[in-house]
């Protein structure tokens, strides 16, 4: 039961990890460096943002995801954040491309690993 449920964590780990690296960090490196978003960030950038906003949006989730409205909306919040802090964008920009990588990861993660 307590193996079971490791390895379904550390599954779903790896799985948003890859989706991090596969989908999130070339939507970011391409979406700010639109001529509406003039901030390109280089792609190694681009990565460092994707992993940390899945691990700061997991331990979000993972804390505050179990309350019934506010949970869902704190963790595309935190990749937003993650996304304006460390990939030096402004807020609607980070809005729109930390909401569009978190909901990326979700659907990858449904479908790569459903529960």
Same mark, same amino acid.
């Given at each position: 039961?307590?193996?079971?449920?490791?390895?379904?964590?550390?599954?779903?780990?790896?799985?948003? #990890?890859?989706? @991090?690296?596969? %989908?999130?960090?070339? %939507? /970011?490196? @391409?979406? #700010?460096?639109?001529?509406?978003?003039?901030?390109?960030?280089?792609?190694?950038?681009?990565?460092?943002? @994707?992993?940390?906003? /899945?691990?700061?949006? =997991? #331990?979000?989730?993972?804390? /505050?995801?179990? &309350?019934? /409205?506010?949970?869902?909306?704190?963790?595309?919040?935190?990749?937003?954040?993650?996304?304006?802090?460390? =990939?030096?964008?402004?807020?609607?920009?980070?809005?729109?491309?930390? =909401?569009? =990588?978190?909901?990326?990861?979700?659907?990858?993660?449904? &479908?790569?690993?459903?529960?």
């Amino acid at each position: 039961m307590i193996l079971g449920a490791l390895v379904e964590a550390l599954t779903g780990v790896v799985v948003a #990890l890859v989706a @991090a690296v596969v %989908l999130v960090a070339p %939507l /970011v490196h @391409a979406a #700010l460096g639109t001529d509406r978003f003039d901030r390109r960030p280089s792609f190694a950038v681009a990565v460092t943002v @994707a992993l940390t906003a /899945v691990f700061v949006g =997991g #331990l979000a989730d993972l804390l /505050v995801g179990w &309350v019934p /409205v506010v949970g869902r909306f704190v963790s595309p919040i935190a990749w937003a954040y993650v996304l304006r802090h460390l =990939g030096g964008s402004d807020w609607p920009p980070a809005l729109f491309v930390g =909401g569009v =990588g978190w909901l990326l990861t979700v659907v990858f993660a449904a &479908v790569v690993a459903p529960t």
